[in-house]
């Protein structure tokens, strides 16, 4: 089984909602990440969780909080967002401790509004 | 500065013609890895293969091969007898020591258009 999910497919929010998104994979992968992607822009790293601890933060606003509650699962909570980070957001997984490739999402279409 | 580049921002081709993305990358590091996803419209990312720079063999696979020159640092892509198929974005990405191996950097894509 080389499959990422993501739900939800798409979400609408307003800038005062709280929201998650999730994402959830079953290869054993003891990496995991969160991507943020503009239209006609490449994906921008957001985090990384290492053996379930958070190894890289982006300098991402506080608002956008990740969660990794055990080796299949991570959470991205969002909160007071703004509509500039309406975006595609990816989530891949991958081997850890060294760089191999990332299996990735199908993806979650935010809109802020 | 960009670590990676895709000079071709857009490529259009007719089925069946062979075409070449370009890639060049920068680093100082000397162990490093480069890797080429493809993003069909449906959004989804698909890794289609990772080099280290220890390993200069070309490869290929079905219709797609890899030419990684180290002496230009250029890892580029030929789809050969391009399909509908192959419209997609393709990424070239590179990963590192000096930024962390779990930090891929992303070039900016190329938009591959395959008229039937």
């Known amino acids: 089984d080389t499959e990422v999910t993501q739900t939800p497919k798409h979400l609408v929010m307003g800038m005062t909602n709280k929201k998650s998104l999730k994402c959830e994979q079953h290869?054993?992968?003891?990496?995991m990440y969160w991507y943020k992607q503009k239209a006609k822009k490449p994906p921008e790293l957001m985090f990384v969780?290492?053996?379930?601890?958070?190894?890289i933060n982006e300098s991402v606003p506080s608002r956008f909080s990740p969660e990794c509650p055990n080796s299949s699962l991570l959470n991205l909570h969002l909160h007071a967002l703004q509509p500039e980070d309406s975006a595609l957001y990816l989530c891949?997984?991958?081997?850890?401790?060294?760089?191999?490739?990332?299996?990735f999402g199908p993806g979650t279409r935010l809109t802020v509004t | 500065a960009q670590k990676v580049t895709q000079a071709q921002t857009e490529i259009s081709v007719v089925e069946k013609e062979d075409v070449t993305l370009d890639c060049v990358y920068e680093?100082?590091?000397?162990?490093?890895?480069l890797f080429w996803y493809k993003q069909p419209p449906s959004g989804e990312l698909v890794f289609l293969i990772r080099?280290?720079?220890?390993?200069?063999q070309n490869e290929i696979s079905g219709r797609y091969s890899w030419n990684f020159q180290k002496s230009t640092s250029s890892f580029n892509f030929t789809i050969t007898a391009s399909q509908v198929v192959d419209s997609a974005v393709y990424f070239c990405?590179?990963?590192?020591?000096?930024?962390?191996?779990?930090?891929?950097?992303f070039g900016p894509g190329t938009s591959l258009s395959v008229i039937p």
């Open positions: 080099r280290n720079s220890f390993d200069e």
């Open positions: 969780y290492s053996y379930e601890k958070l190894s």
């Open positions: 990405a590179l990963s590192e020591a000096e930024t962390s191996y779990d930090k891929v950097i």
């Open positions: 891949a997984s991958s081997e850890a401790d060294r760089s191999y490739e990332q299996y």
């Open positions: 680093t100082r590091d000397t162990t490093y890895y």
């Open positions: 290869m054993g992968h003891r990496a």
